[in-house]
């Protein structure tokens, strides 16, 4: 009988979690610093999930040091503040953050410091690009256009032996934990923390997302679709853009997926789709500041 620490061929039958790094762990000096790489790593708390509706509370942003090969090789600075959303929390939010009434109150933070600091990194990398970037650029309306990169999305995570969730569900599955989830500075440290995680193939996940942003992208857009292909549509993962003028399903194609998603698109609707280039700089953007190419 195989005891509960063998392993069964390569996969081991036991794993021991660590936790992730402090910020402490993470402190480099200004002279190790030089020559490596700016990368931003930011999240947000917010009052609920519409960027029409609802405002951050709560943002982090750390500017973390990476080498050429994509080693995360420390934390530069870090920051974190709240801000007042001059209503009551919808105790919902207090219950999974955390956050109090009482600890926003009269609480705001130095925008132009904070669109300083992300502009001065290369790029930005949150978990989910489609959910901060928004928020962000509501709450930093004048945000030079940066770089954006997605560990959610643009990461193969299956294909790298991960089963695809949640933040700190592959945080687990890299041999961490996060002591604590939903706040903003624990969040962005368990993101740094996955993004150092070296893979099997040898590169890290930081690596791998850097790459991804540096790829071409494409929105494909369903311009001249007949409405009765909704529905296959919005199976495909085609989003409704309602806003701005831009009344039209679309879809972001990264490079590994263009030739399949052009058959797909040929066959299943029967016409070209528009297909319009997506530079880093325009990936994750709320639907009301999209700007055409």
Sequence with gaps: MNNENERSGDVPRTRTLHPIRSRDAWRVSEEEAEG????C???TETTGLDVDRHQVIEICAAMVMVDDAGQVRGIRSI???YVDPGQPLDPTITELTGITDADLSGQDIDRDKLASFVEECEGVISFNCAFDRPFVEKLLPNLKDVKWGCAMADVPWRKLGFEPGPQGFLVMQAGKFMPA???AQDDVLALVELLAHQCRDGETVMAKTLKAVEAPAWRFEARNAP????D???QHRYRWAADAGRKVWHKHVRDVEYDAELDWYRTAIGQEPAIVELPATQRYRAESTWKAA
């Design 232 to 234: 296959e549509l919005r």
């Design 41 to 43: 790593v930011l999240d």
């Design 79 to 81: 920051g974190s503040g």
């Design 227 to 230: 409405y009765r292909f909704k």
């Design 36 to 39: 490596l790489r700016r990368i």
């Design 181 to 183: 989830a939903h706040r």
